[in-house]
């Protein structure tokens, strides 16, 4: 009988800001949900930029994945200049919200 090998590798992934006021800033991402908007209670909480939704969007991880949804923001989310409702991330991906842009960055472990 086959079995499909079991991986254990670990995802390590973070988002880096390049554009906007938090620019430099770097955010790691946990296995979990993380959301990003104006209100203080996001985990990458975005309140300078009044282009950003309170609920703009969140990150989640997924079946092996980072995936980056949506949050019906006013403004939208971009994906390397794309609108986006969900989507997979890759290494290398430019993520917009409002002002604000990030590069999504993953290493597996």
Not at 1 to 13: G, I, K, Q, R
Not at 15 to 37: A, H
Not at 49 to 72: C, M, P
Request: contains cysteine; proline residues 5%; negative net charge.
């Amino acid at each position: 009988m086959l079995s499909t090998p079991v991986t254990n590798e670990a995802v390590v992934a973070w988002l880096v800001i390049v554009v906007g006021d938090e620019r430099g800033k770097d955010y790691r991402l946990p296995t979990g949900t993380l959301r990003m908007g104006q209100s203080p209670t996001c985990e990458i909480p975005l309140g300078r930029d009044t282009y950003v939704s309170t609920q703009h969007a969140e990150v989640v991880f997924r079946a092996g994945s980072f995936w980056i949804k949506d949050l019906n923001s006013t403004n939208g989310t971009f994906v390397n200049d794309l609108p986006v409702g969900e989507v997979a991330l890759n290494d290398g991906d430019r993520v917009k919200v409002g002002m604000t842009e990030m590069i999504f960055k993953s290493l597996k472990l």
